[in-house]
T-cell receptor, first 113, second 114 residues
Framework: QKEVEQNSGPLSVPEGAIASLNCTYS??????FFWYRQYSGKSPELIMF????GDKEDGRFTAQLNKASQYVSLLIRDSQPSDSATYLC?????????????FGQGTTLQVKP | GAVVSQHPSRVICKSGTSVKIECRSL??????MFWYRQFPKQSLMLMAT?????????EQGVEKDKFLINHASLTLSTLTVTSAHPEDSSFYIC??????????FGPGTRLTVL
């Protein structure tokens, strides 16, 4: 079992819809969770992080964390074609004292006009 | 958000030469920096963890004598690809970790070895 799993997609949604990206992780003690966006040919950029169970909202983005189910998700409201990218879920393992992140394979999102 | 720079953004070199890539955290101090490599249409692969003032920790399978890492200050880490060969051609990306464990990525360096 991979430490961080994402569906590689592609996930295709129409413009204006809600895109839901999911991620599961195996380390029950993990405390820090991150979502990054990576456009083709570019480096990842941070969208948001979440540490506590529940929802965290930032503009059109909402991260959801459920530690009991070891599940973290990212919702993108009012999806735009410019949101088309690969979304990376990253988890900091409980035992890591260097801040090393374990990345999922990424989910490719396509927002169609 | 925090800003991380990388230089150069693109480099083309002949086989057998060495290439140095710089990674700087511009507006925060980073005790830890990370070096990743990414081949086309593949996921990020962590190469090494770099701590200021100490030796880097390399991931399994990464040759430490080929990929030399120096983290001389809290804002600068360098990666030197020694005796580069065409199979080393890739997208090299650094990241810097802030006090809150968040990693901010540099824009990346695209290396092409002829």
């Amino acid at each position: 079992q991979k430490e961080v799993e994402q569906n590689s997609g592609p996930l295709s949604v129409p413009e204006g819809a809600i895109a839901s990206l999911n991620c599961t992780y195996s380390d029950r003690g993990s405390q820090s969770f991150f979502w990054y966006r990576q456009y083709s040919g570019k480096s990842p950029e941070l969208i948001m992080f979440i540490y506590s169970n529940g929802d965290k909202e930032d503009g059109r983005f909402t991260a959801q964390l459920n530690k009991a189910s070891q599940y973290v998700s990212l919702l993108i409201r009012d999806s735009q074609p410019s949101d088309s990218a690969t979304y990376l879920c990253a988890v900091k393992l409980y035992i890591s004292n260097t801040g090393k992140l374990i990345f999922g394979q990424g989910t490719t999102l396509q927002v169609k006009p | 958000g925090a800003v991380v720079s990388q230089h150069p953004s693109r480099v083309i070199c002949k086989s057998g030469t060495s290439v140095k890539i710089e990674c700087r955290s511009l507006d925060f101090q980073a005790t830890t920096m990370f070096w990743y490599r990414q081949f086309p249409k593949q996921s990020l692969m962590l190469m090494a963890t770099s701590n200021e003032g100490s030796k880097a920790t390399y991931e399994q399978g990464v040759e430490k004598d080929k990929f030399l890492i120096n983290h001389a200050s809290l804002t600068l880490s360098t990666l030197t690809v020694t005796s580069a060969h065409p199979e080393d051609s890739s997208f090299y990306i650094c990241s810097a970790r802030d006090e809150g464990d968040t990693q901010y990525f540099g824009p990346g360096t695209r290396l092409t070895v002829l």
